[in-house]
């Protein structure tokens, strides 16, 4: 299963050079899981330390990066309190937008 996968990595990656912040990078953070991610905007977005992020097309940095994580993964770990929670989540939006109409 997918949540097998996350919890068992040893570093989480996402490489893409299109498709940052995903659903699954999100389930990484979630799990406490060492992350290395591509420099591009949507992922540099994340509240992470700058060591998380490798140069996008540099697969020597990308491989320096793996080496480090796994030497140290700890280093590489997320902290999910540095993230909103869906009650805040959910407050943030309903300030932005409003609180829904009561239905009854």
Not at 41 to 58: Q, Y
Not at 67 to 91: K, R
Not at 95 to 104: E, I, K, M, V
């Amino acid at each position: 299963s997918f949540q097998d996968l996350i919890t068992n990595c040893t570093v989480f990656v996402n490489s893409s050079l299109h498709e940052g912040h995903s659903n699954a990078v999100m389930e990484a953070i979630s799990y406490n899981r060492p992350l290395v991610l591509s420099d591009i905007p949507e992922n540099r977005d994340l509240p992470l330390a700058s060591h998380h992020f490798f140069r996008s097309g540099d697969e020597a940095d990308l491989a320096a990066r793996l080496v480090e994580a796994a030497a140290d993964p700890a280093a590489f770990a997320t902290d999910c309190s540095i993230f909103m929670t869906w009650p805040e989540i959910a407050e943030a939006t309903f300030a932005l937008y409003g609180r829904p109409a009561d239905a009854s």
